[in-house]
């Protein structure tokens, strides 16, 4: 049986305000899929990217954004195990999640534990497995170590100050000064990201810093890498400080990556990578391995009360433009998470 779908489509470059919402009808799953009627979605960077065309590597235009979702399986196909049916499963789609039901894969489902609703664990998809990634595979942090992550109020940092801090790593976190309460209280350190970063840092750690998380990009990329201590590594993530920028939408990113790569061909003993959760896409089953792996953890510390979710608001689907409006105030703290209320 088929079934409707209501769907938030980005048409082009709008504003907020000129997201489409649309309906479709969905075909019954194919041998290996699942029907999964949605429950959360999240306004990651990634979409207020998308809807100025400065993703890196985004769809053509009209699509339906959202690059991640959290949902019960409705219905499976002929060669998917029918125990899935019921389940509460969460999965990465980097376009496609802003909906009321989706086809997926049933092989690209991660189970949710019961101890989280639905926008809790929303919070923790694309940002805990970017966060637990470039913390212990890119950077290869260790307790006792001390890390600076921009941003800390954010969906991505703010996960980043938390599985850092419960695994006994220090934590200097930059945000604006009416989240500082918020960041500290996530065990970070506050830093004002609207004064003299590097003079702060230096202040708190004057060798430099095991490692910088850095989604901004820009100008202030070197101040990340100056601000490393000897075999430091800079994990950069995105490029924030260009998402206004006319023109090409991929030279800033191509930019950071002749950057990067200069400074990795230094012998300055000091690292650089630039993070992409996709990279390892080639080797499917490899990748589909390591996100459940990944999630799995991450999902495990949320349920044991180790990682707290940081919901910054639960918006309906139909007011999508409003979810994305937050989301780009920068005031909140956490995720904006867009929630359904559809039957199944």
């Keep these: 049986m ?15 305000n000129g997201l489409l919402i649309t309906e479709r009808e969905l075909p019954a799953p194919g041998p290996h899929e699942a029907l999964v009627r949605v429950e959360a979605s999240g306004v990651s960077f990634a979409e207020q990217q998308m809807r100025r065309g400065k993703y890196y590597d985004q769809p053509p235009f009209p699509f339906v954004p959202g690059y991640d979702l959290v949902g019960t399986v409705t219905a499976a196909g002929s060669e ?28 690209d489902l991660v189970r949710v534990p019961a101890a989280l609703d639905a926008a809790e664990a929303e919070t923790f998809v694309v940002n805990g497995i970017t966060a637990w990634q470039m913390l212990y595979r890119t950077a290869k942090a260790k307790p006792g170590q001390t890390i600076l992550v921009h941003g800390a109020n954010g969906g991505v940092g703010s996960t980043l100050v938390q599985l850092a801090h419960a695994n006994g790593i220090r934590v200097l976190g930059t945000a604006s000064a009416r989240n500082a309460a918020a960041v500290e209280a996530l065990g970070a350190t506050w830093i004002d990201y609207r004064g003299d970063v590097p003079q702060q840092v230096r202040a708190l750690a004057p060798t430099g810093v095991d490692a910088v998380f850095d989604h901004i990009g820009g100008p202030g990329i070197h101040d990340s890498f100056g601000l490393l201590a000897p075999h430091g590594t800079l994990v950069s993530y995105g490029t924030a400080a260009t998402k206004d920028d006319a ?19 230094l012998p300055n003993k000091r690292n650089a990578h630039f993070y992409n959760l996709w990279a390892g896409k080639r080797d499917l089953p490899r990748f589909r391995e390591r996100i459940t792996e990944d999630l799995g953890a991450v999902f495990d510390l949320a349920a044991q009360g180790t990682l707290r979710a940081q919901v910054a608001a ?9 979810a994305m409006e937050l989301a780009e105030s920068s005031t909140v703290v956490g995720k904006v998470v867009i929630v359904t209320d559809f039957p199944a």
């Design 2 to 16: 088929s079934t409707t779908a209501t769907e938030i489509v980005l048409p082009g470059r709008v504003e907020p």
């Design 80 to 107: 998917v195990d029918p125990r899935l049916v019921g389940r509460r499963v969460a999965a990465l789609t980097k376009v496609g999640g802003w909906t009321s039901h989706a086809l997926l894969d049933a092989r």
């Design 247 to 265: 023109g090409n939408s991929r030279l800033p990113v191509l930019k950071l990556f002749g950057q990067l790569l200069l400074w990795k061909a």
């Design 314 to 322: 639960r918006i309906p689907l139909t007011e999508a433009a409003r």
